[in-house]
């Protein structure tokens, strides 16, 4: 699989010699010539220089033929912007990584439900460690056209679960209220600003992304209200 990695950070780098062991074809995009030439001598990957963000940049990575894009620079808010940007550009797959856990809910508002937190995931499982829990890889529990997505809930998914109209093979497994995680019965309500998460097959990924990845439409009632404000 062909591999673009935005950023040079050592996460980034980690994840290119992983990629590359495993006979993965890898570029990165880093805007730092001279940490370019440094790397060039380290590692067997390609190297696009310029800004990650840029969609000008972005489209040199080839999209149409890349499988995955994963934003690993040290800067939260150019992961973010890197992700939409290559995600509008037709990557595959876009992965932004975030270290601030205050993002986590802005990315999913904006349907970027493959964002990782390295920190928030590595805690959790020091912390099952000391209490003595395992837990299985998630790659054994997934497999196939299984996938998970998450979105947050507007104002207009406020009610019955049942009333949501999910696709076929979609099921909701759990939502995210604030704090609190809840497992919700069928006769449950969502609240506006809910984390949802769902288990779906892969063929209904494009319908629930542009369903919640996208501003919600806004009703002939509404589109009046506007026009009279």
């Given at each position: 699989?062909?591999v673009a990695i935005?950023?040079?950070s050592?996460?980034?780098?980690?994840?290119?010699?992983d990629?590359?062991?495993?006979g993965?074809?890898?570029?990165?995009i880093?805007?730092?010539?001279?940490?370019?030439?440094?790397?060039?001598?380290q590692?067997?990957?390609?190297?696009?220089?310029?800004d990650?963000?840029?969609?000008?940049?972005?489209?040199?990575a080839?999209?149409?033929?890349?499988?995955i894009?994963?934003?690993?620079?040290d800067?939260?808010?150019d992961?973010?912007l890197?992700?939409?940007?290559g995600?509008?550009?037709?990557?595959?797959?876009v992965v932004?990584?975030?270290e601030d856990?205050?993002?986590?809910?802005?990315?999913?508002?904006l349907?970027?439900?493959?964002?990782i937190?390295?920190?928030?995931a590595?805690?959790?499982m020091?912390?099952?460690m000391?209490?003595?829990q395992?837990?299985p890889?998630?790659?054994?529990?997934?497999?196939?056209?299984?996938?998970?997505?998450m979105?947050?809930?507007?104002?207009e998914?406020?009610?019955?679960v049942?009333?949501?109209?999910?696709?076929?093979?979609t099921?909701?497994?759990?939502?995210y209220?604030?704090?609190?995680?809840?497992?919700?019965?069928?006769?449950a309500e969502?609240?506006?600003?809910?984390?949802v998460?769902?288990?779906?097959?892969?063929?209904?990924l494009?319908?629930?992304?542009?369903r919640?990845s996208?501003?919600?439409?806004?009703?002939?009632?509404?589109?009046?209200?506007?026009?009279k404000a």
């Amino acid at each position: 699989m062909r591999v673009a990695i935005v950023g040079a950070s050592a996460l980034a780098l980690a994840t290119a010699h992983d990629l590359i062991k495993h006979g993965h074809d890898v570029v990165m995009i880093e805007k730092d010539k001279e940490k370019i030439a440094s790397l060039s001598e380290q590692i067997d990957c390609g190297f696009i220089k310029g800004d990650g963000t840029k969609p000008a940049i972005l489209r040199e990575a080839d999209p149409k033929g890349t499988g995955i894009l994963f934003c690993l620079t040290d800067v939260d808010q150019d992961n973010i912007l890197a992700g939409l940007v290559g995600r509008s550009l037709g990557f595959a797959k876009v992965v932004p990584k975030i270290e601030d856990p205050e993002y986590e809910h802005i990315c999913l508002e904006l349907g970027l439900d493959e964002t990782i937190i390295p920190d928030s995931a590595i805690a959790r499982m020091l912390a099952d460690m000391v209490t003595g829990q395992t837990m299985p890889e998630l790659s054994t529990i997934v497999r196939g056209e299984v996938r998970f997505f998450m979105f947050v809930a507007r104002k207009e998914d406020a009610g019955p679960v049942e009333s949501l109209g999910l696709p076929d093979k979609t099921r909701l497994i759990c939502v995210y209220r604030g704090d609190d995680f809840v497992l919700p019965e069928a006769t449950a309500e969502l609240k506006a600003d809910d984390e949802v998460v769902l288990i779906t097959h892969s063929g209904a990924l494009d319908e629930l992304r542009e369903r919640w990845s996208a501003p919600p439409k806004m009703t002939p009632e509404g589109q009046k209200a506007g026009r009279k404000a």
